[in-house]
Nanobody, 117 residues
Framework: VQFVESGGGLVQPGESLRLSCVAS????????MAWYRQRPGKQRELVAD???????NYTDSVKGRFTISRDNTEKTVTLQMNSLKPEDTAVYYC????????????WGQGTQVTVSS
């Protein structure tokens, strides 16, 4: 399977962006999905995840601003990012894993988000 992200770009503080990750190949509904980000000079960190049943979790710094969702028919996971801050500047990666019994996991190639005035 491949995950392909899109939707990154340059925005001003307070603006919004919508990231999308489209999967190809294996059954998307088997995957727990997540968005990670890697800020300059930092390690990659989990931003939000959504399991096969649609239950979502968020890191504290994005709660109330970001929303993760999935559409199994369209094989897509989306990250709606509102009220963006300069500290949200990062490369954002889509990640999916199935857990047992298949133990498949895949990363997307990343998409750059820059928040700057």
């Amino acid at each position: 399977v491949q995950f392909v992200e899109s939707g990154g770009g340059l925005v001003q503080p307070g603006e919004s962006l919508r990231l999308s990750c489209v999967a190809s190949g294996r059954i998307f509904s088997l995957y727990n999905m997540a968005w990670y980000r890697q800020r300059p000079g930092k390690q990659r960190e989990l931003v939000a995840d959504i399991n096969k049943d649609g239950r979502a979790n968020y890191t504290d710094s994005v709660k109330g601003r970001f929303t993760i969702s999935r559409d199994n028919t369209e094989k897509t996971v989306t990250l709606q990012m509102n009220s963006l801050k300069p500290e949200d500047t990062a490369v954002y990666y889509c990640y999916g894993e199935t857990g047992e019994p298949y133990n498949w996991s895949h990363w997307g190639q990343g998409t750059q988000v820059t928040v700057s005035s």
